[in-house]
């Protein structure tokens, strides 16, 4: 596989590893990172009781597995660990290895947020065409809860934020980042003009 040299360079993330697996998908490769990061404030107290072990070692499996996913080996291999200890019942080593969780998910947030930061808007005189067309279609995947979502907004993200507004179209690509399908379903329901019955059923 060709590298894409302009493929965001992140520290802590493997670019070679997550082109690998995302190349043709950066929206969900984006998508997926904003998650990932979204679940830092859970390490918080992952570790208050025996009592929670089996909850706490399925968070972090599953924070292991994205971390994998997109790259972010040492990240990856901390979560792992610290479930491990976990999985063992030696819950010392595993209060006393959280901090290096912690820690490495903080270095990637600074790492990441330039990249996560929404694009400016750019200046135009006469607002873009709205994309009825693309829009049915991005409803139609917020309610089948489909990870193709994000790449479509991706495509139309110029004339949405064009007719949007940069207020709205922000809280919209939050929604979309974070893949709260039936938020952004609702919230793109309620801001574009003249909604169909048809675009108006939420998701299963």
């Not at 590298?3 to 082109?19: F, R, T, V």
């Not at 610290?82 to 998910?105: H, I, K």
Request: hydrophobic share 40%; glycine share 4%; aromatic share 4%.
């Amino acid at each position: 596989m060709n590298l894409d040299p302009d493929w965001p360079q992140i520290d802590g993330i493997d670019s070679a590893e997550a082109q690998l697996r995302y190349g043709r998908h950066p929206a969900l490769f984006r998508s997926t990172l904003a998650r990932l990061l979204e679940q830092a404030p859970s390490l918080n107290e992952p570790l208050e009781s025996p009592e929670r072990a089996a909850d706490s070692v399925h968070h972090l499996h599953r924070l292991s597995g994205t971390a994998a996913t997109l790259g972010a080996r040492g990240l990856h291999a901390q979560a792992k660990a610290l479930e491990l200890q976990l999985l063992a019942g030696d819950w010392p080593a595993a209060r006393a290895a959280l901090p290096t969780l912690q820690q490495g998910f903080a270095a990637l947030q600074r790492a990441s947020a330039a990249y996560l930061q929404p694009a400016a808007p750019t200046p135009s005189s006469d607002p873009l065409p709205w994309p009825a067309q693309q829009l049915s279609e991005l409803c139609e995947l917020l309610r089948q809860r489909k990870l193709r979502a994000s790449a479509l907004f991706e495509q139309i993200s110029p004339a949405l934020r064009s007719r949007l507004g940069e207020a709205d179209f922000a809280a919209l690509q939050a929604d979309l980042l974070a893949l709260r399908h039936a938020d952004a379903l609702a919230r793109l329901i309620r801001l574009q003009p003249g909604p169909s019955q048809e675009d108006q059923r939420e998701p299963h």
